[in-house]
């Protein structure tokens, strides 16, 4: 570490205080991403307690920087680091600060009657959805990780979820932030408001910028009255065309309580079957489909029941439905969420395959994997497909797994490139995005020039040179500057 | 004009054709503003056909611009003029380009299974709203100005109306756009995805820019299932207090099928009973405010009254409204609407205000209106407040009226610049936005330092500066540059 190096993190330590700066041990923790791909070097991890302390790191790092712009020197925020994309770990330089939100994670305050609470950015996703619980209120944003996950790195990466169909991605719930700038000025937009007209919405581009633009230090978030129930129904169809006509039927019959629309391929099922033999699964065998409903009810569950049986009455006589039963209590729809949620540890347990997050419109859908399915068949006879995903927001999680018998550190390495390819052409002739929640943090940012538009990425492009000019945040994710 | 400009001129009627060039006769429908509070001077008023045409005359001008910084040249993206800031008509100089996007008006696309449908720019609220319906679909977005304002309008400003308790705003029912940059480039972002996360969002920093960053040529549009009922109640409330409490029930209540939530004044509804006679208003006399409800229902008409009349049975059990009706048919609910609706005509045949579009946090709002009201009061005794607008919202139309016997116009000249700061200054000691829905335009520019986070506003200006350098775009609008 150069003399000037040292310098600066003395600084720091006496901005956070010793003992939140870490520069030895075991940082695995803050270094290796959740799925363990990349395995990076920091040159500390440091822990600030408050948005003053973010500011003045990042004040000095820009300092530092800007005298010493060969230093390599840069910042990689990080919240619960369970990102899909390697976006919040460092490099292998030793010249990235990881700078860690964890302790940042107080609740300020639930406003009521605005419906609306606000947070730190370290606030762990569970725990925000429990405070506003406590209040009597619901934040809906859920996803697998929410037990570690921080409304940070939510916010960041644009998270989605299994209630966007209702309530939309991880923007959709954000009123206002408090963001640290590049400079390490704090723009304090902590807006409880609905409605707001001054000038350029400066929300909507730091959420989803993956670090890349500032940091966010914490949020105002909405909040809705609870559902007086919420009913799960499991259902076998016998195509993805009557996955889609079914889709389009519980939205006229449920409308706004249409919370949950979840498609399961057979493969994928029979999967967690063989590595979770405590689970029951509802009859899967016969049918190529099963898609998960949820219905928030205002009312009551009696209504929440009459509604959903009402539904799935007319899916049968339409054909579009084969089989399907209600959940009885509240133990059968947490078994039938717990089935929907094992897919992704069941194929893990099943090796190592290639995976893709990647949505359509839903009108598109069924062409999509006719097109795709039967492209990689013929390039790789035997292939097998774990379909799973959010239909209802047109997101799938097509993820591509080797041939009986075949090793599958192998397959990956020799037939990732070609698999992506397939897919990501397929994705884009469908006008869809090979990155529909997960971001594209390092992982994707190389695939993105094939598939965006050059006008969208040089205007990416000049907003990033123009607020970051000495790449200080995350360089190198999202979007190349050269 | 000079020999270059003539030749621009020539050059533009080459692309657009001779017919689309306007530059005499009485071009005052697209130089003066709506409510006549401006009446500006156009080098010319150019009408193209569709995206290329756009994209060509903003070509031209960038070259030329670029080859004469001193010229003056700038354009004004112009939809239905419908505006209420000045933000869509020229200036005084007789430099500016009013670029109509009139002739765009095609609805593109209705995709029925994706819930989406595609429009250009030009095409009127109202006519998108018809053939939404006519696909069996709801576009919800609803405003006063529905038939002559256009959806690049709308989007351009970030509109808000009726309906954005349930809906949002303008910007949450789109999920993509066609823009033409400041260069004369095309970006083709006209995606139908409810999930994309790859890259910065562009399409919420050119929503409610108001066309200082590009040019909204067609946008994909969120489409929801008609409700099955539309049922609206009167309510009269004892304070704004009880206003808030009722609103608070009616989300617990009805959640998602609460589409409207309007609060009017006693004093604003005395205006209409004085200048409609035609209309007869439920009483009003002896309450502050009343408050009018819309429950979309999905069920039937039968559950809609029901989910209602339950509603106000709860709400005067525990005081917070004191009398109310509901609808007996569509005629009955029209004519609350038209009483609501009829209450910015109504002051303005009682003469000139000072207007207020604000919003705070819902939990302010009633601390807002008593702080402000005294403050009016005790600087201008006898001053009349015309109280209205989106409770559901925080979104307030806080309108002061001259005090009985003194002239309007007297009182405008004398107190606009007093009372604009009292209530401005009330809106942020109170957390709001001095605009909610109608933007900043040109008469707000000058405010909004005042009012807006100077990080906020520096922010703004090097985005603007980055995708517009040489201020082709609506120069003036929303931001100052120097």
């Not at 725990?127 to 996803?143: D, I, M």
């Not at 209630?163 to 390490?184: I, S, Y």
């Not at 919370?259 to 967690?272: D, I, R, Y």
């Amino acid at each position: 570490m150069s003399p000037a190096m040292h310098i600066l993190l003395a600084e720091i330590r006496t901005i956070v205080g010793n003992t939140h700066v870490l520069t030895e041990g075991d940082l695995s923790a803050w270094t290796q991403d959740w799925r363990q791909r990349s395995h990076g070097r920091a040159l500390a991890v440091v822990r600030p307690a408050n948005v003053d302390e973010v500011a003045r790191v990042v004040s000095a790092c820009a300092i530092f920087l800007a005298q010493h712009p060969d230093s390599g020197l840069s910042i990689v925020p990080q919240g619960g680091n369970t990102g899909l994309v390697v976006g919040s770990t460092p490099d292998a330089t030793g010249r990235q600060i990881v700078l860690s939100l964890q302790r940042m994670s107080t609740v300020r305050r639930v406003d009521t009657a605005n419906l609306t609470m606000t947070v730190e950015a370290g606030c762990i996703l569970q725990k925000a959805q429990e405070q506003a619980r406590a209040a009597g209120l619901w934040f809906p944003l859920s996803l697998a990780a929410e037990g570690t996950c921080t409304i940070g790195g939510n916010l960041g990466t644009n998270a989605g979820g299994t209630q966007v169909l209702r309530f939309g991605n991880a923007r959709d719930l954000c009123l206002g932030l408090e963001v640290v700038t590049p400079q390490g000025d704090v723009w304090q937009g902590l807006s409880g408001l609905r409605k707001d007209n001054t000038g350029y919405d400066l929300k909507h581009l730091y959420i989803g910028a993956e670090g890349t633009l500032g940091i966010i230090t914490a949020a105002t978030l909405k909040l809705y009255p609870l559902p007086k129930a919420q009913l799960t129904a499991w259902a076998a169809v016998p195509s993805m065309e009557a996955a889609v006509q079914l889709l389009g039927l519980a939205q006229q019959h449920l409308c706004a309580s249409l919370t949950g629309f979840e498609l399961m391929g057979q493969f994928a099922l029979s999967l967690v079957a063989r590595h979770f033999d405590n689970l029951r699964l509802p009859p899967y065998q016969n049918t190529p489909f099963c898609v998960l409903l949820e219905n928030a009810d205002t009312e009551s569950d009696v209504h929440a029941r009459n509604q959903l049986e009402a539904l799935l009455e007319d899916a049968m006589t339409l054909g579009c439905v084969t089989d399907a039963v209600v959940a009885e209590n509240l133990t059968q729809a947490q078994t039938l969420w717990q089935i929907r949620e094992s897919i992704p540890l069941a194929q893990a347990s099943e090796g190592l395959n290639i995976k893709h997050d990647i949505s359509v419109p839903v009108s598109a859908f069924a062409a999509f994997v006719a097109h795709t399915d039967a492209l990689l068949e013929r390039a790789i006879p035997g292939v097998r497909l774990v379909n799973f995903g959010h239909l209802g927001d047109g997101n799938l999680h097509y993820n591509v797994q080797a041939p009986v018998g075949m090793d599958a550190a192998v397959f990956l390495r020799e037939q990732e490139a070609l698999v992506n390819r397939i897919v990501f052409d397929s994705v884009l002739a469908h006008g869809g995005s090979i990155s529909a929640e997960h971001g594209v943090g390092s992982l994707k940012v190389d695939h993105l020039p094939h598939y965006k538009s050059p006008v969208a990425l040089s205007t990416m492009r000049a907003i990033k040179m123009a607020l970051d000019p000495n790449n200080l945040m995350n360089p190198g994710r999202v979007l190349r500057l050269s």
